[in-house]
T-cell receptor, first 114, second 114 residues
């Protein structure tokens, strides 16, 4: 579960394992979701997105699963590498002016041990 | 480097002073966004521009904050009469609309108000 204050939920894995990062969203009308990776001292980096008319989308080593029934999103990272260590944010896309503005969740810290 | 750039990367100021940050988006991108991120939280949307026009402002953007994008290229974010609560990372992102919704983030400007 989530911690209060400054402490992010943390997932620790061994190099080579698969990682699953979970996210619950609040707005049942949301139709676009994005996962971002943020390394220390850097801005968020787009990883993968998914629209609500899909329940799964795959990228390179990453898969996003969407369960609209329970308003849950997950990011699966295959064969996790030390370079995957970062904070991962899921975001709901809020429609604005023909595009989307992401509303970010709190984030999960992924620590990959060599 | 053809990514989003922000200057300065760090700014320390005393309470009550004014500060200005600059963002240079990816050159062909017509949309530019400003976000604020505090420690342990995801980025929060502040405002965005399409070309020169400021299309949306968050309620987080108090009257001490002003953003401009005079020529539709770079943007500035000014905070007047800074308060300690303004201490945060200020992130800029850009995107091309219509087209992919992907926002590309800069490295941010970290502001510390003493």
């Amino acid at each position: 579960g989530e911690s209060v204050g400054l402490h992010l939920p943390t997932l620790s894995v061994q190099e080579g394992d698969n990682s699953i990062i979970n996210c619950a969203y609040s707005n049942s009308a949301s139709d676009y979701f994005i996962w971002y990776k943020q390394e220390s001292g850097k801005g968020p980096q787009f990883i993968i997105d998914i629209r609500s008319n899909m329940d799964k989308r795959q990228g390179q080593r990453v898969t996003v699963l969407l369960n609209k029934t329970v308003k849950h999103l997950s990011l699966q990272i295959a064969a996790t590498q030390p370079g995957d260590s970062a904070v991962y944010f899921c975001a709901e896309g809020r429609a604005s002016g023909g595009s989307y503005i992401p509303t970010f969740g709190r984030g999960t810290s992924l620590i990959v041990h060599p | 480097d053809t990514g989003v750039s922000q200057n300065p990367r760090h700014k320390i100021t005393k309470r009550g002073q004014n500060v200005t940050f600059r963002c240079d988006p990816i050159s062909e991108h017509n949309r530019l966004y400003w976000y604020r991120q505090t420690l342990g939280q995801g980025p929060e949307f502040l405002t965005y521009f399409q070309n020169e026009a400021q299309l949306e402002k968050s309620r987080l953007l108090s009257d001490r904050f002003s953003a401009e994008r005079p020529k539709g290229s770079f943007s500035t974010l000014e905070i007047q009469r800074t308060e300690q609560g303004d201490s945060a990372m200020y992130l800029c992102a850009s995107s091309l609309v219509p087209g992919r919704e992907t926002q590309y983030f800069g490295p941010g400007t970290r502001l510390l108000v003493l």
